[in-house]
């Protein structure tokens, strides 16, 4: 998928997760997190480089990763991160389903 599709893509994520109590939208820059979607500061939806990342609990980013839907999230530090999964571009899951699990994970 072209980046500016997914960017779109993404904005229609944003809006559609800002009315969900607690939930901020991403701000300015270009640090880690800066394209984030947060509930109460803790980040559990991102748009990283054309893709979609989400925060889930580990037993699901292994399930997400066993079935071929995308890849271990590495915010480039040579280490794929446990609870974090990139969907892959060619993945025909659901990114507001995919959110929605991320934003209940933050729930805690």
Not at 2 to 24: I, K, M, N, Q, W
Not at 60 to 85: I, Q, S, Y
């Amino acid at each position: 998928m072209p980046e500016t599709h997914s960017e779109e893509r993404f904005e229609r994520l944003v809006d559609e997760f800002l009315a969900h109590e607690g939930v901020t939208p991403p701000s300015p820059g270009h640090g880690f997190g800066s394209s984030a979607l947060r509930y109460r500061g803790k980040i559990f939806a991102m748009h990283v480089r054309g893709e979609l990342v989400v925060k889930l609990p580990r037993p699901r980013v292994d399930a997400l990763v066993a079935d071929g839907a995308g890849v271990r999230f590495d915010a480039n530090k040579g280490t794929p991160m446990k609870e974090w999964f990139k969907l892959a571009r060619t993945s025909p899951l659901d990114w507001s389903a995919l959110a929605g699990e991320a934003l209940d994970f933050a729930r805690g």
